[in-house]
């Protein structure tokens, strides 16, 4: 197979040792979808667990598999194995990955004193399909969208002896809790030098008596506020799937998931109006609630001071994806001299990026 050589090849590394290439040294059969490499990162963090549990050392292991993001791959023992093709084979693969760490942290019997969460950082990339795409089940749209099926991500809290297993809690999360909650498990207090979004779900997931206040969760795209979620409503502000210049040319965020009104190819603004959902009736965003209803008017009344308090204490940070450069790419990244895998770096000429929202 020919891959195009005027872009570097991601490099992989084992701490700061570079190891090599993805498609190269580390082979991902685009054609067949077999790739040895979720059996590499799983044996990976095997050794890891098992040398800090030796040495009596505190962890932390953030294991993060690839395989359900395209291309998807799955190795020969699991390929062909689901009944959900490729896409399945992977998070069979993932499942029984999962299963390994779970266990050897039981036979080890340091499961009473390790703190795991499986998530994801987005819903499943509808865009990658009919093959590599997954589904969102219910939930609008996908991967790159504010809607549900976009931003909606499963959250498993395992720690055997503290975390009731078989429970299930509605209180709204993101994934910036889990470095306040994770400080918080490991009894050290968060820096108070500057501003944190997150939240310590401890007293959620320990099953105290008391549960986190009713809080927002706000949806960007880039740098704008797009939707703001309080309790079980939703109000967008903005509506985008995307372009309808990607949309004609079979790029589409949303297949056979069409809202009239609310899937928009533009970028809509709806900011004097927002469209509300209520995400418990209609966790697909389908069924917009009345403006003329006193429903909506009622949580208008709770969202607006949300979004006024929040836009008016947000201080912006400094962009760091404005200007692009070809030149940065990992060309010739740290340890490629001993592999012999340096390529030719560019002539730097950097640009301002342009992004679509």
């Known amino acids: 197979m020919v891959w195009c050589t005027r872009l570097p090849n991601i490099p992989v590394y084992n701490n700061s040792e570079m190891l090599g290439r993805y498609y190269e040294e580390f082979k991902i059969d685009r054609t067949s979808g077999e790739s040895n490499l979720t059996q590499m990162y799983l044996l990976e963090g095997l050794d890891f667990i098992l040398r800090q549990t030796e040495d009596q050392r505190p962890f932390f292991l953030y294991w993060a598999a690839d395989a359900t993001h395209a291309p998807v791959y799955a190795s020969k023992r699991f390929l062909g194995k689901s009944q959900r093709a490729r896409y399945g084979d992977a998070v069979m693969e993932l499942d029984y990955s999962v299963g390994q760490i779970l266990s050897l942290l039981r036979s080890l019997g340091i499961e009473n004193n390790t703190f795991v969460f499986f998530t994801s950082d987005n819903g499943a990339a509808l865009v990658s399909g009919p093959k590599e795409s997954g589904s969102n089940g219910p939930f609008l749209c996908g991967k790159q969208t504010t809607f549900e099926g976009g931003m909606r991500e499963p959250a498993i809290a395992w720690w055997p002896g503290h975390i009731k297993g078989g429970t299930v809690n509605f209180q709204l999360a993101n994934v910036m809790d889990l470095f306040t909650t994770s400080l918080a498990v490991a009894g050290i207090s968060p820096p108070d030098d500057r501003a944190l979004d997150g939240l310590d779900l401890t007293p959620v997931l320990l099953n105290c008596p008391h549960t986190l206040q009713n809080r927002p969760i706000f949806y960007y795209r880039g740098n704008e506020l797009m939707a703001v979620r309080l309790g079980q409503y939703k109000a967008h502000y903005w509506t985008w799937s995307n372009s309808w210049e990607e949309f004609k040319n079979g790029i589409n965020f949303c297949p056979g998931q069409e809202v009239q009104g ?49 836009k008016k204490t947000l201080v912006p940070g400094v962009p760091q994806l404005n200007m692009c450069d070809l030149a940065v790419m990992n060309w010739a990244p740290a340890g490629c001299e001993k592999l012999g895998k340096c390529l030719k770096v560019p002539k730097s000429e950097p640009w301002k990026c342009d992004w679509p929202h």
Not at 289 to 303: C, M, N, P
């Open 262 to 310: 609310v899937t928009t190819h533009d970028q809509k603004e709806h900011t004097l109006q927002p469209i509300i959902f209520h995400l418990g009736r209609d966790p697909g965003e389908k069924f917009p609630i009345s403006v003329l209803t006193k429903e909506y008017q009622d949580v208008l009344s709770r969202i607006s001071p949300v979004v006024e308090q929040h």
